[in-house]
Nanobody, 119 residues
């Protein structure tokens, strides 16, 4: 059974930093990508950052401030968040995307961790 456990969320003042971690337990074959999404109240869940192989992609709103990284040996993905803004306030979700074949894929999700940035 696969479980993704997130940690690192909390309350921080604007301009501060947080580092989110997501550790996957259980067997997860064929990991294609790891990423972070977030959802603010009343808004759709949106992509924040993705890492696949040696490539990373970020939402325009977080470029230059957030950095995604991973430790493949530990099946862990991180999100370093600097220069936080109140608009970054949301529940952040870890995602692991697996590709089992050309026609089979599956997404695993963490439970979510709250990030609140005060002004």
């Amino acid at each position: 059974q696969v479980q993704l456990v997130e940690s690192g969320g909390g309350l921080v003042q604007a301009g501060g930093s947080l580092r989110l971690s997501c550790a996957a337990s259980g067997s997860i074959p064929s990991i294609n990508a790891m990423g972070w999404y977030r959802q603010a109240p009343g808004k759709k869940r949106e992509l924040v950052a993705i890492i696949s192989g040696g490539s990373t992609n970020y939402a325009d709103s977080v470029k230059g401030r957030f950095t995604i990284s991973r430790d493949n040996a530990k099946n862990t993905v991180y999100l370093q968040m600097n220069s936080l803004k109140p608009e970054d306030t949301a529940v952040y979700y870890c995602n692991i995307h697996t590709v089992l074949s050309a026609v089979r894929s599956y997404d695993y999700w963490g439970q979510g961790t709250q990030v609140t940035v005060s002004s």
